[in-house]
C-alpha cells in the first residue's frame, strides 16, 4: 500500500462533487488533525479553471476562518486541479464539514466585493484570478450537493 492515503482511493469510483475525510493524524502530544478531500469535479473527466481555483483558495481561505475558528490549518488546491484539500484541527464529522462548506460555498457563489489578499504585497501571481469562474465553480459545487449529497460513493 502507498503511503500517502489518497493514492489508495479508486478515483473512478467517486462521484463528485463530494466531500470525504482522507486522513486523520495523532500528533506525539495528542492533538488531533483531519484533512478532507473537497472534490469539485470528476477526476480525469473534467476539471477546474487554474484562475478560478487560484481565486476559490483566496476567498475559502478568508470564509472558512469564520466557520472554523482558530481550527484551519489549511485549505489548498490539488494538483490535479479537481478540488481542494481542507485541513482542520481536531475532530469534525464529515457532515458537520460538508454543511459548512455548503455555506462557503454558497456566500462565494454570491461574491461582489475585491478577492481577499489579491494584491501584489500579498499574492505571489495577483492579478491571475477569475472570480467569474470561481462563482460558477462553487454555484455547480452547492447545485451537485444539493442534488447527490456530499457522499461520494452515491451517485
Ligand atoms: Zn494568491
Redesign the pocket.
Known amino acids: 500500500m502507498d503511503k500517502v492515503p489518497s493514492f489508495n482511493l479508486d478515483h473512478d469510483k467517486v462521484r463528485a462533487p463530494y466531500v470525504r475525510l482522507c486522513d486523520r493524524i495523532e500528533t506525539p502530544h495528542g492533538d488531533l488533525i483531519t484533512k478532507f478531500d473537497i472534490r469539485f469535479t470528476q477526476p480525469n473527466v473534467a476539471y477546474l479553471d487554474s484562475a478560478a481555483m487560484?481565486t476559490i483558495?483566496?476567498i475559502v481561505a478568508e470564509l472558512s476562518r469564520d466557520y472554523w475558528p482558530g481550527e484551519v490549518v489549511d485549505f489548498s488546491p490539488m494538483g490535479c486541479k479537481t478540488g481542494f484539500y481542507l485541513t482542520l484541527l481536531g475532530e469534525h464529522s464529515t457532515m458537520g464539514v460538508a454543511a459548512k462548506m455548503e455555506a462557503i460555498l454558497k456566500r462565494l457563489a454570491s461574491w461582489d466585493q475585491p478577492i481577499p489578499?489579491?494584491t501584489r504585497r500579498t499574492?505571489?501571481?495577483?492579478q491571475?484570478h477569475d472570480l467569474e469562474k470561481a462563482k460558477a465553480a462553487a454555484r455547480a459545487w452547492v447545485e451537485g450537493i444539493g442534488k447527490k449529497g456530499y457522499d461520494p460513493f452515491i451517485a
Open positions: 487560484h483558495e483566496h489578499g489579491a499574492c505571489g501571481n495577483w491571475f
